[in-house]
């Protein structure tokens, strides 16, 4: 591929996937990461190197490793968006908004649960091929889920995640978290008589 796109490889590590799928795309590599992969959320929150911009050439070795992983098993997609990316682009593609964790609904078509494909090169094909291995999902707990508040501000905030050019560092995170659990009246302390942060997801967040 680097031979194809003129690009000479210096060496066997000189040149991950990312800098060619960005050559190819025609962005920098910050830029096709931050847009094109789901790595802006599985480092959304670090204690290593928070100040390195996600795609950074100094992060070489974090690009090799984990650039292009999943954000979770198998591959998901929503029938609604296939059928209209066919009728308006000819060609149907992948979102990362619904590969990640805990997500079920599409953002644009919320009352569409999303089809799960199990096999574990569905990412190379294209959705409207791999959506016919696929199954939607039917349980009382989807339904439930579909009409949870703390569900849609989760899908909110992890929009927000997969938009961010660099993470944040784990003790601001940590910071912030302790404030708006002491705003809630939860634990920050460790009396008993208050509810811990888990219970309180526990209790907020529809159970499977």
């Given at each position: 591929?680097?031979?194809?796109?003129?690009?000479?490889?210096?060496?066997?590590?000189?040149?991950?996937?990312?800098?060619?799928?960005?050559?190819?795309?025609?962005?920098?590599?910050?830029?096709?990461?931050?847009?094109?992969?789901?790595?802006?959320?599985?480092?959304?929150?670090?204690?290593?190197r928070?100040?390195?911009?996600?795609?950074?050439?100094?992060?070489?070795?974090?690009?090799?490793?984990?650039?292009?992983?999943?954000?979770?098993p198998?591959?998901?997609?929503?029938?609604?968006?296939?059928?209209?990316?066919?009728?308006?682009?000819?060609?149907?593609?992948?979102r990362?908004?619904?590969?990640?964790?805990?997500?079920?609904?599409?953002?644009?078509?919320?009352?569409?649960?999303?089809?799960?494909?199990?096999?574990?090169?569905?990412?190379?094909?294209?959705?409207?091929?791999?959506?016919?291995?696929?199954?939607?999902?039917?349980?009382?707990?989807?339904?439930?889920?579909?009409?949870?508040?703390?569900?849609?501000?989760?899908?909110?905030?992890?929009?927000?995640?997969?938009?961010?050019?660099?993470?944040?560092?784990?003790?601001?995170?940590?910071?912030?978290?302790?404030?708006?659990?002491?705003?809630?009246?939860?634990?920050?302390h460790?009396?008993?008589?208050?509810?811990?942060?888990?219970?309180?997801?526990?209790?907020?967040?529809?159970?499977?």
């Open positions: 591929m680097a031979a194809r796109l003129g690009i000479e490889d210096t060496g066997r590590r000189s040149l991950t996937r990312v800098d060619l799928l960005a050559q190819a795309s025609g962005i920098d590599v910050p830029g096709f990461v931050v847009r094109h992969t789901t790595l802006p959320i599985r480092r959304a929150v670090t204690s290593f928070p100040d390195l911009q996600h795609g950074s050439g100094d992060g070489i070795a974090l690009l090799w490793r984990s650039a292009l992983q999943p954000a979770r198998g591959a998901y997609a929503c029938p609604a968006c296939v059928d209209e990316d066919l009728d308006f682009h000819g060609f149907s593609y992948w990362r908004i619904h590969q990640i964790p805990g997500l079920h609904f599409c953002q644009k078509h919320p009352k569409q649960a999303l089809s799960f494909v199990r096999d574990s090169h569905a990412l190379r094909m294209a959705p409207s091929v791999a959506i016919a291995l696929g199954t939607v999902p039917e349980s009382a707990w989807l339904k439930t889920i579909r009409h949870s508040r703390a569900v849609a501000r989760f899908t909110e905030i992890c929009s927000e995640l997969l938009s961010m050019d660099r993470p944040a560092a784990a003790s601001a995170m940590a910071k912030l978290v302790k404030e708006k659990c002491r705003a809630k009246g939860l634990n920050v460790r009396r008993p008589t208050k509810e811990l942060l888990s219970d309180h997801v526990l209790r907020t967040f529809p159970s499977n």
